[in-house]
């Protein structure tokens, strides 16, 4: 059982492992949790004891070896590649596709698709796509925009028009739409979609 002081702690890693790819030192964990960096021994005996229950694993030797213990339910096993086009031969290569931060973060949210002026991209009506919340978004990325602060929509987005944000639909039987900056907001990026068939 977590005490309030690990699940800061273990929140922070989470979220810093995600954001920089490696972990954090353990005074970089203190001034995250707002205490003083001096407090090194207090946040190792805390990531210790988050060890000790099978939440985080040090992960080799040395300096930022802190890793998350992926959960189970929220991995899937990757059994190898497959043919869209010409066959390949069928080659097993199974190992465990962690999606726990996809599925357990803060940071990612789904939406349901409603339209088809997302098709060309093989976001169709009905999918579930899951977006990454963040503010920005760079050239070409596919973003969830929020418009006048009133209506959301997923397209592609472009700054190529000096003072204007350019919302590009994937479908050829609409056109893009240029907007003065103010009035568009990212509100996330698309990083990827699920289909549930009935």
Known sequence: MK??????????????????????????????????????????????????????????????NIQVVADQDFCLPLMG?????????????????????????????????KGDSMIDEGILDGDLVICK???KAIEGDIVVALIDEQEATLKRISYKIEDRVTLIPANPALKPKAYLPHRVRVQGIFTGLLRLKP
């Open 3 to 64: 005490t309030p002081i690990q699940q800061k702690i273990y929140e922070y890693i989470c979220e810093y492992l995600q954001q920089e790819g490696y972990s954090p030192s353990l005074e970089e964990i203190a001034r995250g949790i707002g205490i003083s960096p001096k407090s090194i021994s207090l946040i190792s005996r805390h990531v210790h004891a988050l060890v000790d229950q099978g939440r985080l694993v040090f992960h080799k030797k040395g300096y930022r």
């Open 81 to 113: 590649r497959i043919a869209a086009g010409q066959p390949i031969e069928a080659i097993e290569h199974k190992q465990n596709l962690d999606l726990s931060s996809l599925f357990k973060s803060n940071q990612h949210f789904l939406l349901e698709v």
């Open 133 to 135: 919340s963040q503010p």
